[in-house]
Every structure is written in structure tokens, then in C-alpha cells.
């Protein structure tokens, strides 16, 4: 049996823990108790910042009891209704309020909501959805998926096959046909750069590659996360999306923006989509959606992605995909909770204004030992630790480990450090993130 040394502590033999080293952790958990505000507490009653929102997820900080409340009230007045043939007001209530912030320009929002239980659900369905839509405008031979090297799309069939990581493919079999663009990241020309880099656009036209290998007819959508965070913070260069989106368009391909971690508010604007002025045919999202609050995710489609659907005889299922918690009421009573929160304190645009004060902090730790790049939008950063011996991410565990030992939540993937601060940050924790990861960068080895 493998217990915590204290008296009490949880019995860790059955949970099997997704994305972690099992043994390791085992032998020397780290458990977080309670969380209010900007802050963990750990079982061992220490407190700890929290650098990360969780998982790029509790973007209006811990602990909203707004969004508690929501929740305890819907599942007291209808904790479950099935969503196949069957519906119930407050989805549709969420979906509305959805489609008044959906991404993109007015004129062109991608205002039709599908609801979903993840981010990973999410791509799976914008995938299909695509697939489907060729196949509804006559176009049945576009079947391929492609995606991006180093881009992280969840852990579904679909999103391993058009997702980037080998970590997370090598054992599985991946969706046949899929390919992939190369990442846009170039330490060599664009290191220690705030915003987005000058140098890389051009990388678009590896679409214009793979149109030529294997031929437009043979390709339903084209997925990238316009900003990549789990492999380590990938900002696009200046003109990339913009350049994706006119050869997609060209050669009848649909684009997909991944923004389970940059909707809600997490660049300065409610999606990248505005941030960027670039506008896709579906977004998908997740974490952000319920401030992490209830597993949630939504695919927001284009109305010519959704109204080439809605045709065929008036009995059939349009789309033959669903999940039995899409649009939970008690996920969509947090969402809609979460949606005024965001409204309220004005959170979907506080990014941009922190964002030069974080960016000067986060570069400010230029000069310490090891780092060798560090980049920064909106309210995300990524710091760059050079690798110790070619053992890839031994260091920044090390760092990880030490944060979390002097009270900082820190992300680490690889040796890259990311950061994604709740949006209700201020430059106090700015600073403090900076003086602890600094201390833990100069006791590294
Ligand atoms: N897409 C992106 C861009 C993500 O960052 C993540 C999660 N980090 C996912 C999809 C998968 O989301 P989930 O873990 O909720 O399935």
C-alpha cells in the first residue's frame, strides 16, 4: 500500500493519473487541498501561486461562488436531461449567450454552438463536422485532416492523428491520410520576442505543399491552434493565419482555430480569432468555457458549415454525433455563471491590458542560467530552459519541483516553462512568479 507519510492521507494505489509519471509521483506526491482566488493550498498547508490557472482553465480565478451557486442550483432543480430528441432550456439559454460572443466579425460569427465534455471531444467533433460538410456540398472525396508538428489537439483518434507530438502517437494508429504543416517555431531568427515574431509566414505555404501532394480534392480541413501552448508557448509569426486562411480558401478546405486555451479571454480579446483578425469556419473550445469549473467543451461553426448540414428529410438526424453530456444543464448553469463573471469584471479584455506589464516581467528574466528563449502574448508565456545533458525536461522538472516547493504553480513541458496566470493577476503576482522562478533558475543544475 502506498500512503502519504501523514496520518489521514489518501491511499494512492488506484488512481491511475493521466499524463504523469505514476511511480514517481507516488513516491513523492504533491496534493492541492482547496483553492480560492489566485491561490492553491497544498495538503500540507502551504499556499501556493497559481502560475497556470490550473490548466489553462480557471481563467477568472478560484473558487467563484457565483459559479457554485449556479451549479447547485440547476442540479437541485434538474440535475440530468437526456439531449438526444429531448431538450432543456438553459443549453439553449448557453448557446445563446455563446452566439452573442462567438468568434469572428459581426456579419460572420460562427454563432452555432455544439456542446461537448472536453477540449479532446471538441476537435473530434469540429473534425467530423468538417468531413460531413464536404460530403454535404457534394465533395466526399475530402476526407484528409491535416494539422501542424508540435500542435497538441487532445487525445482522441482524431485529434492524435492531426496533432504533432510523438509522445502521443507513437503507440497508436493514426486516422489514415492525415499530414501535417511544419511548426512556425525559429529560435534562430525569432528568440526573446514579445508579441508575435516578424519571421515565418511563409510556413503557410506548406499547405499549398501538401494541396500539391496529395491533391485539394482529397482534403476536408486544415486544424492549428493559433497560439500552441502545451508544446511550449509557439507564437504565429506576423501574417501566418492570414496567409492559412487564403489558401484554404483557394482550394475549398476548411479551417479549424484549436482554442481550448486561447478563448475566454486569455490574449485580450474573448477569442484569438479577434485577436488576430482572422476568422476560421469552427472554433473549438473548452477549460475557459466554465472557468474549469464542470468538464465542458463547444465547437462554434460557421452558419455555412451548420446550414449545409440542416438539409435532407426533415426526420433524419442531420449530424449522427453527440455525446450524453453534451450540454450538461449543470455545466451550462457554470457557463452561464461563468460567461457573467467574465462580463462583470470586464475579464475577456484584462489581458490586454496586463499584458505589457507581464511581458516586461516574464522578460525580465533574461540573463539567468539556462534560459534561452522566452516569448510572451497576452496573458501566456513560455521560458525556454537549455536541456541538461540532452536529458530532455530533467531540468525544468527540477525547476517545477523547486516552484512548487517555494509556493508556484509553474506548467513544464519538455524544457520549455509555460505560463498562463488566471486573468484576475495583477503585477504583484507578476512579480512574485518572477522572483520565485528566478531563485529556482539560479539554484538549477
Ligand atoms: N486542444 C488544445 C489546444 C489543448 O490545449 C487541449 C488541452 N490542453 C486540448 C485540445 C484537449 O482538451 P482536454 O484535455 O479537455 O480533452
Not at 72 to 97: C, K, N, V, W, Y
Not at 285 to 306: C, D, E, Q, Y
Not at 413 to 436: C, K, M, R, Y
Amino acid at each position: 500500500m502506498n500512503q502519504h507519510t501523514k496520518p489521514n492521507a489518501p491511499v494512492l494505489d488506484s488512481y491511475w493519473m493521466p499524463f504523469t509519471a505514476n511511480r514517481q509521483f507516488k513516491a513523492a506526491p504533491r496534493l492541492l487541498a482547496s483553492a480560492e482566488g489566485m491561490h492553491y493550498t497544498s495538503t500540507d498547508g502551504r499556499t501556493i501561486l497559481d502560475g497556470t490557472a490550473g490548466l489553462w482553465c480557471v481563467n477568472a480565478g478560484h473558487g467563484r461562488r457565483q459559479i457554485a451557486s449556479a451549479v447547485e442550483r440547476q442540479l437541485t432543480t434538474m440535475d440530468f436531461a437526456p439531449s438526444f430528441q429531448m431538450g432543456h432550456p438553459i443549453a439553449f439559454d448557453f448557446a445563446e449567450r455563446l452566439a452573442e460572443i462567438a468568434p469572428g466579425p459581426e456579419g460572420q460569427k460562427l454563432d452555432r454552438v455544439f456542446f461537448t465534455g472536453s477540449g479532446s471531444e471538441s476537435v473530434d467533433t469540429a473534425l467530423k463536422m468538417a468531413i460531413a460538410y464536404q460530403r454535404a456540398i457534394g465533395q466526399g472525396t475530402r476526407t484528409r485532416l491535416i494539422g501542424r508538428e508540435r500542435g497538441y489537439h487532445g487525445v482522441g483518434f482524431g485529434g492524435i492523428s492531426v496533432g504533432g507530438i510523438l509522445n502521443n502517437r507513437r503507440v497508436f494508429p493514426q486516422l489514415p491520410g492525415s499530414d501535417h504543416l511544419r511548426h512556425t517555431h525559429d529560435p534562430a531568427k525569432n528568440a526573446f520576442v514579445k508579441g508575435q515574431p516578424e519571421h515565418g509566414a511563409e510556413l503557410a505555404d506548406d499547405l499549398e505543399r501538401l494541396v500539391a501532394l496529395h491533391g485539394a480534392e482529397t482534403i476536408a480541413a486544415c486544424i492549428v491552434e493559433p497560439v500552441a501552448g502545451s508544446t511550449g508557448v509557439l507564437i504565429p509569426p506576423k501574417g501566418y493565419l492570414e496567409r492559412l486562411r487564403a489558401i484554404c480558401d483557394k482550394h475549398g478546405i476548411l479551417l479549424i482555430f484549436d482554442e481550448v486555451i486561447t478563448g475566454f479571454g486569455r490574449l485580450g480579446a474573448a477569442f484569438a480569432t479577434d485577436f488576430f483578425g482572422v476568422t476560421p469556419d469552427m472554433v473549438t473550445a473548452a477549460k475557459g468555457l466554465t472557468n474549469g469549473a464542470i468538464p465542458m467543451g463547444a465547437v462554434f461553426a460557421s452558419r455555412k458549415v451548420h446550414d449545409a448540414l440542416m438539409h435532407g428529410p426533415e426526420n433524419a438526424i442531420e449530424l449522427f454525433h453527440g455525446y450524453t453530456y453534451s450540454g450538461h444543464p449543470a455545466a451550462c448553469a457554470a457557463g452561464i455563471a461563468t460567461l457573467d463573471i467574465y462580463r462583470d469584471e470586464g475579464l475577456m479584455t484584462r489581458a490586454a491590458d496586463l499584458q505589457d506589464a507581464w511581458h516586461d516581467a516574464m522578460h525580465s528574466l533574461k540573463g539567468l542560467p539556462y534560459v534561452i528563449d522566452i516569448r510572451t502574448i497576452g496573458l501566456i508565456a513560455g521560458i525556454e530552459l537549455q536541456s541538461r545533458d540532452g536529458a530532455i525536461g530533467a531540468r525544468a522538472y527540477d525547476v517545477f519541483v523547486d516552484c512548487f516547493e517555494k509556493g508556484l504553480l509553474i506548467r513544464v513541458t519538455g524544457d520549455i516553462i509555460a505560463f498562463s496566470p488566471p486573468l484576475i493577476a495583477d503585477e504583484n503576482h507578476f512579480g512574485e512568479i518572477v522572483s520565485i522562478l528566478g531563485d529556482a533558475l539560479k539554484r538549477a543544475k
